[in-house]
């Protein structure tokens, strides 16, 4: 199957989001409808299965990390081939994140951690891929994906690697300032240095004038 697993709708965002949706496409709005009044992890798992069969031919990155998030709201199942059955549904949306990854924007990459983050099912090839994928559209992200993205890192104790702090640290000031609501800031300070990150001075002057 897809997936697998290592060791061990998204509110304010950035504008990934439209160019992620399909437009008036009413197929995919009544998917999107279907996932957010889902009430179980196995609804959730047959919306998967029949678009995977579908001439859609699959969820878009916005579905499948908007069925991550509705996931984390509802009762996982503790005993049996349920959960069994579960864990092969978590890991099938993983693999179909892999597929989409290289169309994943700021919101679905930095939704996608912080879902993962409260799955406790952890696998680290994709967690390393969506790191990755930051790295070229990171200075597109707002401050509450910053906030997801290194929230679900401290969650799962995974830091990014030094390739990415001096990525965040070098492009993400201003645009922390320009978008962030009044929790947020203190709530990057804190994440980054439950991450050991140390903020570069010239980050420090933007984010605290």
Same mark, same amino acid.
């Given at each position: 199957?897809?997936?697998?697993?290592?060791?061990?709708?998204?509110?304010?965002?950035?504008?990934?989001?439209?160019?992620?949706?399909?437009?008036?496409?009413?197929?995919?709005?009544?998917?999107?409808?279907?996932?957010?009044?889902?009430?179980?992890?196995?609804?959730?798992?047959? =919306?998967?299965?029949?678009?995977?069969?579908? @001439?859609?031919?699959? #969820?878009?990155?916005?579905? +499948? &990390?908007?069925? !991550?998030? %509705?996931?984390?709201?509802?009762?996982?199942?503790?005993?049996?081939?349920?959960?069994?059955?579960?864990?092969?549904?978590?890991?099938?949306?993983?693999?179909?994140?892999?597929?989409?990854?290289?169309?994943?924007?700021?919101?679905? =990459?930095?939704?996608?951690?912080?879902?993962? @983050?409260?799955?406790? #099912?952890?696998?680290?090839? +994709? &967690?390393?891929? !969506?790191? %990755?994928?930051?790295?070229?559209?990171?200075?597109?992200?707002?401050?509450?994906?910053?906030?997801?993205?290194?929230?679900?890192?401290?969650?799962?104790?995974?830091?990014?690697?030094?390739?990415?702090?001096?990525?965040?640290?070098?492009?993400?000031?201003?645009?922390?300032?320009?978008?962030?609501?009044?929790?947020?800031?203190?709530?990057?300070?804190?994440?980054?240095?439950?991450?050991?990150?140390?903020?570069?001075?010239?980050?420090?002057?933007?984010?605290?004038?």
């Amino acid at each position: 199957g897809r997936g697998g697993y290592g060791r061990g709708g998204y509110g304010r965002g950035g504008g990934g989001q439209q160019r992620e949706r399909r437009g008036p496409n009413p197929e995919a709005a009544a998917v999107n409808e279907a996932i957010s009044a889902s009430t179980s992890w196995r609804e959730l798992n047959t =919306i998967l299965e029949q678009q995977s069969r579908s @001439s859609m031919q699959g #969820l878009d990155p916005f579905q +499948l &990390v908007a069925l !991550l998030l %509705q996931l984390i709201k509802l009762d996982k199942p503790t005993q049996g081939d349920d959960v069994a059955d579960y864990q092969q549904f978590v890991a099938s949306v993983y693999g179909w994140m892999m597929d989409r990854l290289p169309r994943f924007r700021g919101r679905q =990459i930095s939704g996608a951690l912080y879902a993962i @983050s409260r799955l406790n #099912l952890y696998n680290a090839e +994709l &967690v390393g891929a !969506l790191v %990755q994928a930051s790295l070229p559209i990171l200075h597109e992200f707002s401050a509450m994906e910053y906030v997801r993205f290194l929230d679900g890192l401290q969650r799962m104790q995974a830091p990014p690697g030094d390739e990415w702090v001096q990525q965040f640290f070098r492009s993400s000031a201003d645009k922390i300032v320009r978008t962030a609501e009044r929790d947020e800031l203190p709530a990057i300070f804190s994440f980054c240095q439950r991450l050991g990150l140390a903020p570069t001075p010239d980050w420090l002057a933007t984010t605290t004038e």
